[in-house]
């Protein structure tokens, strides 16, 4: 997934205007949030479901689907067989509510084979007062965004609907490598205050400026004071950019120890760690004088390496389960587990910030789980998100489908079932 689309604040903005944003954001120092002129305040993690309600999403040529879907405001379960299209219905919310796909990085993929454009569209309600009607235009080499008809830049429809997605590749953040995890802490970070993605994004194209130069002093067999002159440019920099990308992510990995429900599966402790690859090398208290003293020691690796060796691109995020690695030494329900946590973390301190949760998308659910995680995940999701899960077994629908909006799914066509609980109302 990439960071580019979010490019939304322009250069000039003061690095101390960011670090106030930020030191105030990721504190979750404020109790009422104003967005679009609406102020909420911000209540208990007990709170029934607050905002941010998806009635209603429709596909045009969308892969496989037509027609819409309806949405209850609690659970809502997408079964059919394998092929008919549940995960294509999930994968249109998550572009409903992010403008990009979990399945694949180019958008236009997903445009029916033969079409030349498709759209996702629905109605999403603020309020008992206040509906928004959002939609995704994906033509050959571009999207479109709109809300209530009139087109957006990415900044104005971004903050409308959030998702946040458990599938077998969200595994990654737990078995992967750091990278997937560094991934997970930035794009959390960004859902909360968006003008951090400038920093990650100023941040890259240091890397890659530096890197490039750092090859091309390999390239020419030269490593001496007027190369070191040039590094250092790119260096001041890196120092500057590297602190608030360390600072803002230890914050959020504190905010999301705050709110784990950590024996929500069972009675073991879990617990998550942000580890900065400058921990062996000094005080972390100091980060900025013992970054720019690692990067003057470190010099002549990278030059023979041909690339960045410090930095937080090269940090982790450690998952504890009884306080081992859970990524070497826990099984696979255990991963499962831990990761599922740290998502419905995310959930919480995304409610602290904004007073409303994002949808929960849980794709494959009784794959993925087995009964008693399904069933505790359950509970604890009830009168917090709106969520939307898939399976291909009815016997999961007996079990857990007494209070959820039920839609069968053929051929790309979900139609709700007679008799669910939940009754959703249309779009009008």
């Not at 954001?25 to 404020?30: D, P, V």
Request: aromatic share 6%; net charge neutral.
């Amino acid at each position: 997934m990439t960071l580019n689309i979010y490019k939304l604040y322009t250069a000039n903005q003061s690095r101390i205007q960011k670090n106030i944003a930020e030191d105030q954001t990721l504190t979750g120092g404020r109790k009422i949030a104003r967005r679009g002129g609406e102020l909420r305040f911000i209540a208990g993690s007990n709170a029934k479901l607050a905002g941010m309600i998806l009635e209603s999403v429709t596909a045009e040529n969308f892969r496989n689907l037509s027609g819409s879907v309806h949405c209850g405001h609690g659970l809502n379960i997408l079964i059919g067989l394998n092929g008919q299209g549940k995960t294509n219905w999930l994968e249109a919310i998550n572009v409903l509510a992010t403008a990009r796909s979990f399945r694949t990085a180019r958008l236009q993929e997903a445009v029916r084979f033969g079409e030349d454009s498709a759209a996702v569209a629905g109605r999403v309600l603020r309020s008992e007062q206040v509906s928004r009607d959002l939609r995704v235009a994906i033509g050959g080499r571009a999207k479109s965004l709109f809300v209530n008809g009139k087109q957006e830049t990415a900044r104005g429809y971004l903050n409308q609907l959030h998702s946040v997605v458990f599938n077998s590749d969200e595994l990654e953040v737990v078995r992967g490598q750091p990278e997937a995890r560094r991934r997970f802490l930035d794009e959390s970070i960004i859902s909360i205050h968006p003008p951090y993605v400038q920093t990650v994004n100023d941040y890259a194209r240091v890397i890659k400026q530096k890197n490039a130069l750092l090859q091309s002093i390999q390239d020419r067999g030269t490593s001496g004071e007027s190369s070191a002159a040039q590094i250092e440019t790119w260096n001041a920099q890196l120092v500057g950019l590297a602190s608030r990308i360390h600072r803002s992510r230890l914050r959020y990995v504190e905010r999301l120890n705050d709110v784990l429900a950590r024996q929500l599966f069972g009675p073991e402790s879990v617990s998550i760690r942000y580890e900065s690859s400058l921990e062996p090398h000094g005080d972390l208290s100091e980060y900025d004088a013992l970054l720019d003293e690692r990067l003057k020691v470190r010099f002549q690796a990278e030059v023979a390496a041909g690339y960045s060796l410090i930095g937080p691109h090269r940090d982790d995020l450690e998952l504890l389960l009884e306080d081992r690695d859970v990524r070497k030494y826990g099984s696979a329900g255990q991963q499962r587990s831990i990761l599922l946590l740290i998502q419905l973390a995310n959930l919480e301190v995304y409610f602290s910030q904004n007073g409303e949760y994002p949808l929960f998308l849980i794709d494959d659910i009784d794959a993925e789980l087995d009964h008693e995680r399904i069933k505790s995940l359950l509970e604890h999701l009830a009168g917090r998100t709106q969520t939307v899960v898939t399976t291909s077994k009815e016997s999961f629908v007996a079990e857990f489908g007494q209070n959820a909006a039920i839609f069968d799914v053929v051929a790309g066509c979900a139609r709700p079932r007679e008799g669910s609980r939940e009754t959703a109302v249309p779009a009008v």
